[in-house]
């Protein structure tokens, strides 16, 4: 059906510390295996609500599932070069086919440039503008998505936690309630630009969002 | 678009215990809110791998998620009774449409009849018999999901811990590599007895199975 999953693989990393226990071990001689997981649920690709940067906003179980899945325009930004700016005259230019009511992809194919295990996918990473999330934020768009950390300052964390001011697809588009779909990957196999997404939260009460999985469906 | 989430809420409960920790706290003037979670990979809505009953075999994050989405065949099993036992000849009455290469989803509606957040739950689902494990596994499916704890001894846990030879559609479909979409709801608000599905545990490495959202889309 022409699926293309844009999920990263959840494992054990430097930014991301994840514990795994075995519950049930059939090793140890237990009927099956079960596993436990703790993870923070802004690790690898997930979904940011309105209330990761403001208390009183809505959290991951209440968002209906049609923001996060439908028709999505991807916005090609290849080639991308190390530590470039991303301004809206690129995002104009690229995104003549966004209509309002969209999802928006924002394809830069980061992850083939860098490996997401390493600090240099932060360190290096090319990165939207002010200007550049005030377009976006204009476009009535349910959701945007991302194959690269997409505010200059995410790649302080965790020396330094910026504010949300300092972010600006957070500050302009996740304040207005605009959903944030972040850490994708594998975006070099969507040949066109527009497909169908289905991004996929766990549904867990009160969060802030949650640990996604994220497919696209070509024609 | 005719989205149906199947997914039931993620939040804390006797039988599956969800810890949540705030790594981020906005009230305590962090810039923004993150939350850990710890749960099984079994608890509520959420896919079973082969690796769940037999050692060796394939793990959640290496399945082609083609086999976890599409063309999918309803089977409307409603109304059923408390502790009603599901056999083959109502599955094969009932199932006439069921193509080679479904998925399978068996609607009973149990949800309505009984909390999902309470015992009851369990200790009077109905469930399939061997028969009915047994004619499933015959059909070529991709994957099979519930509404209902759907082999008897499940109710056992967490006093008894059953064998798989125990839990017929473990024993028969999962080892065969059918995968197993477990304790999803809200199927009566399906209409139609096809409808594609996007069934999307975590991409976690190595696990038996992983926390899954899924939905169904009518035409």
């Not at 226990?21 to 997930?46: C, N, R, W």
């Not at 940011?48 to 599932?65: A, F, Q």
């Amino acid at each position: 059906m022409g699926l293309i999953d844009l999920s990263m693989t959840i494992r054990p990393m430097w930014r991301w510390p994840i514990e795994k226990e075995l519950l049930k071990d059939i090793a140890s001689g237990d009927p099956y295996q079960v596993t436990a997981t703790k993870m923070g649920m802004h690790a690898f690709t997930h979904i940011d609500t309105p209330l990761h940067i403001e208390l009183g906003r809505e959290s991951i179980e209440t968002v209906d599932l049609e923001r996060l899945c439908g028709s999505t325009a991807v916005i090609d930004l290849t080639p991308v070069s190390a530590n470039q700016e991303i301004g809206a005259d690129l995002l104009i230019k690229r995104g003549i086919h966004v209509l309002p009511g969209d999802i928006v992809l924002l394809k830069t194919c980061w992850d083939l440039s860098r490996d997401y295990t390493t600090k240099e996918y932060w360190l290096d990473a090319p990165h939207l503008n002010r200007d550049a999330a005030q377009w976006l934020s204009e476009l009535s768009l349910k959701a945007v998505g991302f194959d690269f950390p997409q505010d200059y300052v995410i790649r302080e964390i965790p020396d330094r936690h910026p504010s949300a001011e300092e972010m600006p697809t957070h500050d302009l588009l996740l304040r207005k309630g605009i959903l944030l779909i972040e850490y994708l990957c594998n975006l070099d196999q969507i040949k066109t630009n527009r497909v169908d997404l289905y991004a996929l939260p766990l549904k867990i009460s009160g969060t802030e969002g949650a640990c996604a999985r994220v497919v696209a469906v070509e024609d």
